[in-house]
């Protein structure tokens, strides 16, 4: 009897995995239409333990798929759709080839659509779910909100990318869900806490576009990610929105928004961004939804609700709950901490009132400034949504980013921007001395800086807002002017020491037999004193030999280390080698930074003596 086994590669990683090619003849579609196919249902490709075995001997390195992935591609039912695209397409070329206008254009008037909702439902069966993978969608939906008409980039889209940021702007600032704020040369790190959920999202600056000369940028794969990411973000706003007992999409309160026939009145008399000039230069309002939209856009206008009567659940005072526990309740305790912290940020800028100048950046402004309480305006002729003027006297901050300004408030402080995300960081209002118009920043710190203190560096002005006790050096070298008075006292005194110990030589001369006699009594007595009975000392350890021993007991305890974990402790003990000397290097450039500043300082001081002199 001939017993036949299976074979070469048809178990094991050879029969699990399948290539790109493979895949594609499999699924019967073209490599772009393959393409779209995984980015919408996130599938990728995989990593297989042995790459000889699940390439089935062949040489080089390609592209892998599971093969279950590919069994759960075949039963998508979009693939349909892409077919009839396919199609779709070859009739309108046959129609405008044949030049049978009227087939073409019935053929565009009912062309297939593609919707995505069941495979976001799929994807993503929860809302925490959805919540848990938001990071990429925001940070990639801002960046595309920002980018005029490209080739690939169809220019609903880059709209449609607007409007969902700028509503989920509002959510935001309607749950106080920010938690922390960077500003970067990339953009403007945000991060908030939504349902237990930490979201942390980019936005970059609005600078003006500049089209790249070479394609590095495959815009057409990145449009295919922001397609799954519009309707994604639809869903996520429209949970949040009635979460927060709010309207979805957004209206604007019976104090923000303003009457059509206000509106009108408005366009007569001023210039506004919703009107169109006809032949007859006669300014005409086009559509009141353009100037609500504008502003919503402004996030400075409070949303309406869905009941008034109904407390936002992010609003109400939630109660930890604390279990009977035997061992300690040190996590309890700090989750108390937090909250408190928590509820105290949410209301940072309470009762503030803060105008923007026009230099400075008022988009994130805005937002930061809303989501803990604060009133926000600027000049009513730059943006649409000012609520009020720079002549208010009850402001208290005006934001400013110039050194120098002609007409100043008594009653307001002028403060730079990077006091606003100083501040949220912290926690806390810092004081504006720092801040003031025209002073020198102190650094932004990033607050994503990692938590192992004693593995990362940490710059002097963090550790001073983490222990108050701490000094920085700058602080002291502010005062070098008192120092340099100090050091020309403490030369002179230095001299009149040196005069008083000449005079005290010959003193001694002449006085030189009296005190051989005081020295003698002296030892005797100390001799006497020796005699006496003593309380004992502790014997004082000596560090050196302590030192020795703990070195000792280190090596053992690394001989004691299984030999299936050397290799993971050496390269742990490798890491840290690295930090540390990664911190040892950041320091040295700190304090020769320091001294260069420091130096510069006393330059400066001497260069106007000179010119006083």
């Not at 990077?418 to 932004?444: I, T």
């Amino acid at each position: 009897m001939v017993v036949i086994g299976k074979k070469k590669y048809q178990s094991g990683e050879g029969a699990q995995f399948m290539s790109r090619r493979s895949a594609l003849k499999k699924l019967q579609l073209t490599l772009n239409d393959f393409r779209r196919l995984c980015i919408l249902k996130g599938i990728y490709p995989r990593e297989p333990r042995n790459r000889k075995r699940a390439q089935k001997g062949e040489p080089g390195i390609k592209t892998l798929y599971h093969k279950k992935d590919i069994q759960f591609l075949m039963h998508e039912p979009i693939i349909w759709k892409m077919r009839d695209y396919k199609v779709f397409h070859k009739k309108v070329a046959k129609a405008k080839a044949l030049r049978e206008f009227s087939d073409m254009k019935r053929y565009l008037s009912n062309h297939p659509t593609l919707k995505l909702d069941h495979i976001v439902k799929e994807r993503y069966p929860t809302f925490i779910d959805a919540l848990r993978d938001l990071d990429d969608c925001l940070t990639l939906c801002f960046l595309f909100s920002t980018f005029p008409s490209l080739k690939h980039i169809p220019r609903d889209q880059s709209l449609l990318c607007r409007r969902l940021s700028i509503e989920f702007l509002h959510a935001v600032i309607a749950a106080k869900a920010l938690r922390k704020v960077f500003v970067s040369i990339k953009g403007y790190y945000y991060q908030a806490e939504i349902k237990g959920q930490t979201i942390t999202w980019i936005v970059p600056h609005h600078f003006s576009f500049e089209p790249q000369a070479k394609n590095e940028v495959d815009f057409k794969i990145m449009s295919i990610f922001v397609e799954f990411y519009i309707i994604m973000l639809g869903f996520v706003n429209f949970r949040l929105y009635h979460t927060l007992n709010l309207y979805y999409p957004p209206k604007l309160t019976s104090s923000g928004k303003i009457t059509f026939l206000t509106l009108l009145i408005r366009v007569t008399l001023e210039s506004d961004i919703n009107f169109l000039c006809t032949e007859n230069n006669e300014k005409v309002l086009v559509d009141e939804e353009v100037y609500v939209a504008e502003r919503i856009s402004a996030l400075n206008v409070p949303l309406t609700t869905l009941d008034p009567t109904v407390q936002n659940v992010e609003d109400e005072e939630l109660d930890i709950d604390q279990f009977a526990t035997d061992g300690d309740t040190t996590n309890v305790e700090e989750a108390k901490v937090e909250a408190e912290k928590i509820k105290k940020l949410k209301t940072l800028f309470k009762g503030l009132k803060v105008f923007l100048n026009r230099e400075v950046p008022r988009e994130p402004l805005v937002f930061v400034l809303r989501c803990f309480g604060a009133d926000v305006s600027w000049d009513k002729l730059l943006f649409v949504g000012a609520t009020f003027d720079e002549t208010d006297e009850t402001i208290t901050h005006h934001i400013v980013d110039r050194p120098s300004m002609t007409k100043q408030y008594i009653s307001r402080y002028y403060v730079q921007p990077q006091w606003v995300f100083d501040s949220l960081n912290a926690r806390e209002l810092l004081p504006v001395e720092k801040y003031l118009m025209g002073c020198v920043l102190p650094p932004h710190l990033s607050p994503f800086s990692n938590s192992r203190h004693d593995q990362t560096y940490i710059p002097p002005e963090a550790r001073a807002l983490m222990d108050h006790d701490f000094k920085l050096n700058d602080g002291e070298s502010t005062s070098e002017e008192d120092d340099d008075d100090k050091a020309d006292v403490e030369s002179e005194n230095e001299d009149q020491k040196d005069d008083d110990d000449v005079e005290s030589k010959e003193e001694d001369g002449d006085e030189g037999t009296s005190a051989a006699d005081d020295k003698k009594e002296q030892i005797r007595l100390q001799k006497k004193k020796e005699m006496k009975v003593k309380t004992g000392t502790v014997t004082k350890e000596n560090p050196w030999e302590r030192n020795r021993v703990e070195r000792q007991e280190y090596r053992l305890r690394e001989r004691m280390i299984k030999k299936k974990h050397r290799n993971l402790y050496r390269s742990m003990m490798k890491g840290r080698e690295e930090r540390s000397k990664e911190i040892w290097l950041l320091r040295k450039k700190r304090r020769l930074h320091d001294q260069a500043e420091k130096q510069k300082r006393k330059e400066e001081r001497k260069q106007k003596k000179n010119t006083s002199a």
